[in-house]
């Protein structure tokens, strides 16, 4: 499984950015994650979706800003990112596990991981 994100860039505090991830090689029947790093931090989870798209789990963080949906005749993920922080500036990384079902914030249980795309907000 190859997994490409993209959608980053740099956006004002307040603002909405959507990241995208395309998955492409074997049957798109897994669960996916996206999670992030930002300098000097350790990579932390930030949203998780199964394989139907009927459950997703949200960090703390980021409840209430953030939503995660997929499209799987696309075999796109997707992440909306609303009401944007500083400290929402990290390198984003999509992610993809083998468990269809629930999803998890353990970074252990994701298989494959796609290249990061950077999200920059400015105060």
């Known amino acids: 499984v190859q997994l490409q994100a993209s959608g980053g860039g740099l956006v004002q505090a307040g603002g909405s950015l959507r990241l995208s991830c395309v998955a492409s090689?074997?049957?798109?029947?897994?669960?996916m994650g996206w999670f992030r790093q930002a300098p000097g931090k350790e990579r932390e989870f930030v949203a998780g979706?199964?394989?139907?798209?009927?459950?997703?789990l949200v960090a703390d963080s980021v409840k209430g800003r953030f939503a995660i949906s997929r499209d799987n005749p696309k075999n796109t993920v997707y992440l909306q990112m609303n009401s944007l922080k500083p400290e929402d500036t990290a390198v984003y990384y999509c992610?993809?596990?083998?468990?269809?079902?629930?999803?998890?914030?353990?970074?252990?249980?994701?298989?494959?991981w796609g290249q990061g795309t950077q999200v920059t907000v400015s105060s």
């Open positions: 090689g074997r049957a798109f029947m897994y669960g």
């Open positions: 979706i199964s394989w139907s798209g009927g459950s997703t």
């Open positions: 992610a993809a596990s083998k468990i269809p079902g629930r999803p998890d914030n353990r970074e252990i249980l994701y298989d494959y």
